[in-house]
C-alpha cells in the first residue's frame, strides 16, 4: 500500500517555528516504512528544501501547501495525508482529496496502524 505524507512545518515539525510535535524520528520511521513524504508549508519551496537537507533526510517532494493538488497528481498512492496545524491546512488538503490530520494526532504516528 502507497502512502503519502505532507507535513506542514512551522507549528508542526520539531524543527518549525514555532516547533511541532512531529519529530525527525516519526518522520524517518514512515520513511523507513516506504511511505513517501515531503512538506507543503507557507515557506518557499527552496527554504523547505534547506531546512530537511540541513537535517539530511531526503523527501520525495517540497511544495507551496496551495499547491497539494499538484502533489496529489503527481504521486501515485491509495492514502494521502497532510498534518498540520491550522485551519488553512484542514481547509487546502480537504479541497485537494487528502485526509487531515492534526499536528497532535499526528504526533500518536497513526500511520504505523496503517501498514498493519
Do not use: N
Not at 514555532?18 to 516506504?34: F, S, Y
Not at 523527501?59 to 498534518?83: C, G, S, T, W
Request: aromatic fraction near 12%.
Amino acid at each position: 500500500m502507497a502512502i503519502l505524507i505532507s507535513f506542514d512545518i512551522d507549528g508542526t515539525l520539531e524543527f518549525g517555528d514555532p516547533p511541532g510535535g512531529i519529530t525527525l524520528e516519526m518522520v524517518k520511521r514512515a520513511q523507513d516504512l516506504g511511505f513517501l513524504i515531503g512538506s507543503c508549508s507557507d515557506r518557499f519551496p527552496s527554504a523547505q528544501k534547506s531546512l530537511w537537507e540541513a537535517r539530511d533526510i531526503q523527501v520525495d517532494f517540497v511544495a507551496a501547501k496551495h499547491m497539494l493538488p499538484d502533489i496529489r497528481q503527481r504521486f501515485e498512492a491509495d492514502i494521502y495525508v497532510h498534518i498540520g496545524d491550522r485551519d488553512l491546512d484542514r481547509q487546502l488538503a480537504e479541497q485537494a482529496g487528502f485526509q487531515f490530520l492534526w499536528d497532535h494526532e499526528g504526533e500518536a504516528e497513526p500511520w504505523l496502524e496503517w501498514v498493519k
